[in-house]
Nanobody
């Protein structure tokens, strides 16, 4: 059974940094695409960054150069380092795991990130 638990969200000011963590169980990073998504109020959930086998594979344009996705595959941990945060980054951030062949997977419960101007 897949279980994803996010942590590290909070209230920060514009320009600050924050690191999100996702503790994953029931997944093997070498066969699961591990991603961060976010959802702001009134908006659809959107992809932020994606990784496979611990390596980044995709960033959405709005976070390129500011966010870094990484993983500790030995500890089954996924991270999102967020630098130079902007108010438009305010959202609930979700960890996602998806098997690269079957597309089976799951979601975490989300962690709130709020960036004040």
């Amino acid at each position: 059974q897949i279980r994803l638990v996010e942590s590290g969200g909070g209230l920060v000011e514009s320009g600050d940094s924050l690191t999100l963590s996702c503790a994953a169980s029931g997944v093997a990073f070498h066969v699961y695409v591990m991603s961060w998504y976010r959802q702001a109020p009134g908006n659809q959930r959107e992809l932020v960054a994606k990784s496979f086998n611990g390596n980044p594979t995709k960033y959405t344009d709005s976070v390129k150069g500011r966010f870094t996705i990484s993983a500790d595959t030995a500890k089954n941990m996924l991270f999102l380092q967020m630098n130079n945060l902007k108010p438009e980054d305010t959202a609930v951030y979700y960890c996602n795991a998806q098997h690269f062949l079957t597309e089976a997977g799951g979601w975490g419960q989300g962690t709130q990130v709020t960036v004040s101007p």
